[in-house]
Structure formats: C-alpha cells, structure tokens
C-alpha cells in the first residue's frame, strides 16, 4: 500500500509537471489538463452569455481561468508530494521530540517545502527521504517560476492583441467602411500602406495565441477592441478589394496580398484548440458590400465569391466562439 500511495504522489506531479512544461514552454499548445480548463470555462461561460447576453461573463474568464491553472498546479503539486511524504512513516518527523508527523503536518511540511519557505519545524527523514525533499523543494521553485513567467507573458501579449484590434478599428468600423475611406486617390494606395503596417504585428499576435492558447480566453466586451471582429472586418475589406478591383497597381495589390496572408496565417492558428469551422456560412447582402467606383465588380459578383470562400467558415466560428456576431460584424452598430 506504502509503494502504491508513493507512486500515485509521483504520478501527480509527473502530470503537472508535463501539463506546465507543455504550456508554457512548447509554443504550440495547451497541456491537456489546461486545454481541458480553458474550454469548460469558456463554453459554459458562452452558453450563459448566449442566454443572458452579458459580456461580463466572458469577459471574466481569462483572468479566472488563469488564477485557476496556476492554482491546480501548485495544488496538485503539493498533493503529489503529500502523498510522497504519507507513505511511509519516518518521512518526515519533529526534530526536538522525535515523533513521526501526522497526516496534516506533513501537509505542512510539503507546503513550506515546494514553496521553499523551510520553516524547519519539521524536517526529513534520514537517507532518500532528505533527497526527496530537496527534489520537492525544485520541483515547487520550478513550478512557481514558470507560473510568474508565463502570467507576465500572457498579460504583455493580452495588451499586444488589444492594441492590434484597436488600430484595425481605426481604419473603418465595418468592411464597406474600411474599403471607402482608404480608396484615396490611385487605387487604394492609402489602404495598401495602413495594412502594410499591420502585417507584422498580426503574425505576432497570431503566433501569441498559437505559443499561449489561453489567450483566447481575454475577451473584450466592446467591439472597437475585440480582436476577433476586427480581424473579420479587415479580411473581408482586403478580400472585397483584391476581387472586386482589377485595376490595382501590382505594388498595391502584393501589400494587400501580404496582409491577407498574414490574416489566413492567424486563421491557421484558430483550428488548433479553440475553433472549428462553422458547418455552414450565413448570406452576406449585398447591401452590406462598398458601392465605389474604384470596384470593378458588381456587388452580386463580390458577394458570390465572399461566400465562396472556404475561410469564412473559420472566420464564423471564431466570431461565434468569442461572443460575436456575423451580421453585426458587416453592419454599423
């Protein structure tokens, strides 16, 4: 029973230890324990926003979800070695009298151990068990260091994302109005230098939220910072424009190309944990789409090869899943 309660305190922390490793430091996704959280979180908080339709409620879970990873982690961590400690009599005692520790004062010698307090009131028992506690001791300072690392991380790339959404709203609050106001004169010039300066930060962002998933879970309640409508509205306007006007400039058309690339690289990232494409895409009217000469197009003809985009599956999915909607992301509020 003693080997079997040792393992199983093993075998914890050898899963958090996975779990925080594959989080924090992989870059390409969620350890399965914080992919398990971040999305029971996120959907049950969805499936009450859908019903009460308050933002707050998704607005409340990356900061929770967060304080609750680290907490399982920590939590589980002294667990693991809790019963470590449990399972075997002399492992740990108390130095001036001599006695064994019972179950709660061992609970505490691990906390002040993993947290590497060391209280020293109580201490080790001879030979592997004083190994162990050094062990303990790494394992708890790993923990809380790649714990503190991975918060700051998070909270700089939280900012990055909400700057990147507020600058695309900038240019326009809906796709029609993106494509009117920087048409300018030469055909999109001006629209092809303002996206050109977003290329970079979008890649970033989007390798962000690949290298830290939880990302998904920082939800902004007001559509002019919402990364995801913007993302959208900026899409589609690109997409309008290198369709609908055969007169671009090759200089301006490889700018806006560039962008979109950028934007379908962001939309690679979005099937790893937290989207899967929507089975059907809503219409677009063509009452939503520029009317604008610089477009030699009909609407109709633009509309069609919107719809027809395999993309726009994701692009409804990813707005569904923070929150949004289609038709209010092609419209003026």
């Given at each position: 029973m003693s080997t079997f309660i040792a393992l199983s305190g093993f075998l914890l922390v050898g899963v958090v230890i996975y779990d925080a490793v594959q989080t924090t430091l992989s870059a390409s996704r969620?350890?399965?324990?914080?992919r398990f959280l971040g999305r029971f979180a996120w959907f049950t908080a969805l499936w009450l926003y859908r019903r009460f339709?308050?933002?707050?409620?998704?607005?409340?879970?990356?900061?929770?979800?967060?304080?609750a990873l680290l907490t399982v982690w920590v939590s589980l961590v002294w667990l693991g070695w809790w019963l470590v400690f449990s399972s075997h009599e002399g492992a740990v005692f108390h130095p001036s009298s001599g006695t064994f520790a019972n179950p709660l004062e061992r609970l505490y010698f691990?906390?002040?151990?993993?947290?590497?307090?060391?209280?020293?009131?109580?201490?080790?028992?001879?030979?592997?068990?004083?190994?162990?506690?050094?062990?303990?001791?790494?394992?708890?300072?790993?923990?809380?260091?790649?714990?503190?690392?991975?918060?700051?991380?998070?909270?700089?790339?939280?900012?990055?994302?909400?700057?990147?959404?507020?600058?695309?709203?900038?240019?326009?609050?809906?796709p029609s109005a993106i494509v009117r106001r920087l048409e300018a004169e030469g055909g999109f010039v001006e629209l092809a230098e303002q996206v050109d300066d977003l290329k970079a930060t979008i890649i970033s962002v989007g390798q962000q939220h690949l290298a830290y998933p939880i990302l998904h879970y920082y939800h902004q309640g007001e559509p002019s910072?919402?990364?995801?409508?913007?993302?959208?509205?900026?899409?589609?306007?690109?997409?309008?424009?290198?369709?609908g006007s055969t007169s671009l400039s090759p200089s301006v058309r490889f700018k806006l190309q560039a962008t979109l690339y950028s934007l379908e690289s962001f939309r690679s990232v979005l099937s790893h944990d937290f989207v899967r494409p929507a089975r059907d895409v809503p219409k677009i009217e063509a009452a939503w789409l520029p009317s604008t000469a610089r477009l030699d197009k009909p609407r109709e003809e633009i509309r069609d090869y919107l719809e027809g985009l395999e993309s726009q599956r994701v692009w409804q999915a990813y707005l569904e899943n923070d929150g949004w909607e289609w038709q209010m992301s092609w419209r003026e509020r």
């Open positions: 969620s350890g399965p324990m914080t339709s308050r933002h707050g409620l998704l607005q409340a879970v990356g900061p929770w979800v967060t304080v691990v906390g002040y151990t993993i947290t590497t307090l060391g209280y020293g009131d109580f201490v080790a028992g001879a030979g592997k068990w004083q190994v162990l506690a050094v062990l303990a001791a790494a394992n708890g300072f790993f923990v809380l260091t790649l714990s503190v690392t991975y918060i700051l991380a998070v909270m700089s790339a939280v900012v990055q994302k909400r700057q990147l959404a507020i600058s695309i709203h900038a240019l326009g609050d809906t910072r919402a990364l995801p409508v913007a993302l959208f509205r900026l899409y589609q306007a690109l997409a309008i424009v290198c369709h």
